[in-house]
């Protein structure tokens, strides 16, 4: 069993950061995907961006390249999503998830991960 709990979520002006961050259990870690959705009402989940376990490769959301990063300290097992330059449209809740085990459906999907968190709500006013 994995657990996952984000934080930094809250309320900023266009153009300005957030840090969301999520802590991860399980003895693991270092070898899970990692990966960051968003959310509106009545909307999908949205992927924004997942880091990779071995090698820590990076991908992205189309919509946020060149203004997230996403980042891992394996160390303290947590997963970090720096926002820059932050849009109204921007504003979701955002959840991390993780991919423990093999799963056939891509890490851009949201059934490619087998553990979410509560999610942390992003809020960018313009």
């Known amino acids: 069993q994995v657990q996952l709990v984000e934080s930094g979520g809250g309320l900023v002006q266009a153009g300005g950061s957030l840090r969301l961050s999520c802590a991860a259990s399980?003895?693991?870690?270092?070898?899970?995907?990692m990966g960051w959705f968003r959310q509106t009402p009545g909307k999908e989940r949205e992927f924004v961006a997942v880091i990779r376990g071995s090698g820590g490769s990076t991908s992205y959301a189309d919509s946020v390249k060149g203004r997230f990063t996403i980042s891992r300290d394996n160390a303290k097992n947590t997963v970090a999503l720096q926002m820059n330059s932050l849009k109204p449209e921007d504003t979701a809740v955002y959840s991390c998830?993780?991919?423990?085990?093999?799963?056939?459906?891509?890490?851009?999907?949201?059934?490619?991960?087998?553990?979410w968190g509560q999610g942390t709500q992003v809020t960018v006013s313009s």
């Open positions: 998830a993780a991919r423990t085990r093999p799963i056939a459906t891509p890490l851009t999907r949201f059934g490619g991960y087998d553990y």
């Open positions: 399980g003895r693991a870690f270092s070898s899970y995907a």
